[in-house]
């Protein structure tokens, strides 16, 4: 499996259904403003959960060894954990959820979760820290900062659904680049299974999540910007 198929994994399969999921059964949660710990606990919650049926359905052990990990502050061997920032400095990091498998492997996903309404400097240093996250290691000249994490993904949510930017390094622009989603809440039921991300240009997808009714797959582009 090469790098593109498990990023398609990760985001279509794990994360994306484990949003669906979070809203479908912990919308209370959300709409009555309870803390971005919790939430962000509750989602981690059902992407462990989601990790574990993805293996049992398709006969695999891959997400066997790692974990759905909230507020993760050590590397493997027990050391603080660092991040490069944008001063080429190393500054000790708390994410708020990391697919890792607590040893020395890359990490598959880290997630930082904002509340609709949060500030732009909290923003500006989540969206600085997952650049830098996903950034290969080896175009750092600093040892011992987490590198090389597959996808990063930044979250603002509300009790009307989802904004997301999916961060991923593309080899070929030598960069990482964003790419922007949306989740939108419909009071109808859904099925998770049916739940897929596909980009529409180079600009905003946008999804419906049901949560009442029969899911019924449903598309519409949304320019975020406007």
Known sequence: MDDNELKDIVQNQILIPSICKLYKEDFSNIRFDVSERNICARLAHHMENIMREYDAKNRTSFFTSYYADVEYNRMGNGDMKYYEDSLKRPK???????????????????????????????????????????????????????????????????????????????????????????????????????VEAMEICAGTQCRLIDLDEPFVPRWTYKDRDN
């Not at 964003?178 to 049916?194: H, Q, V």
């Open 92 to 194: 000790y990091m708390v994410s708020d959820l990391l697919i890792q498998s607590r040893g020395y492997e890359g990490n598959l996903l880290a997630v930082e979760l904002k509340k609709k309404g949060s500030t732009k400097e909290a923003i500006d240093n989540d969206i600085k820290r997952l650049t830098s996250l996903v950034t290969p290691g080896s175009l750092s000249q600093l040892t011992g900062c987490v590198h090389d994490t597959l996808l990063g993904a930044f979250i603002i949510y509300s009790k009307d659904g989802v904004d997301m930017d999916i961060f991923k390094f593309l080899s070929e622009e030598g960069k990482v680049i964003p790419r922007k989603y949306s989740l939108r809440c419909l009071f109808r039921d859904y099925d998770e299974t049916m």
